[in-house]
């Protein structure tokens, strides 16, 4: 199963290392709309709070996935992040 950052370099046929910067501007570009779509919603009532919570959760759960690596096809490059959440998670008393 290809990559987005295969399928981008297939497409327009650059290097790897354009694709993932192009990526990277891209992400970059997204989380000041959702930002500014954040802050705006707190001002504005058009948008239930709860629902944009939401929508701004499963973002957040991309720059997880995708950050560094593709984890959705390789899962065990997210093994440190799990492991530091459920198994040795920090205890605040």
């Known amino acids: 199963m290809p990559t987005g950052i295969e399928c981008y370099m297939k497409h327009y046929g650059?290097?790897?290392?354009?694709?993932?910067?192009?990526?990277?501007?891209?992400?970059?570009?997204?989380?000041?709309?959702?930002?500014?779509?954040?802050?705006?919603?707190?001002?504005?009532?058009?948008?239930?709070?709860d629902y944009f919570e939401g929508v701004?959760?499963?973002?957040?759960?991309?720059?997880?996935?995708?950050k560094n690596s593709d984890c959705y096809t390789d899962p065990e490059m997210l093994a440190p992040q799990l492991i530091a959440l459920f198994v040795d998670p920090i205890i605040i008393s």
């Open 14 to 49: 650059v290097s790897k290392q354009e694709a993932m910067e192009k990526f990277i501007d891209a992400a970059e570009d997204g989380w000041k709309d959702v930002n500014t779509e954040w802050i705006n919603s707190t001002n504005n009532n058009s948008i239930p709070k």
């Open 56 to 66: 701004f959760n499963y973002a957040r759960a991309g720059e997880v996935f995708y």
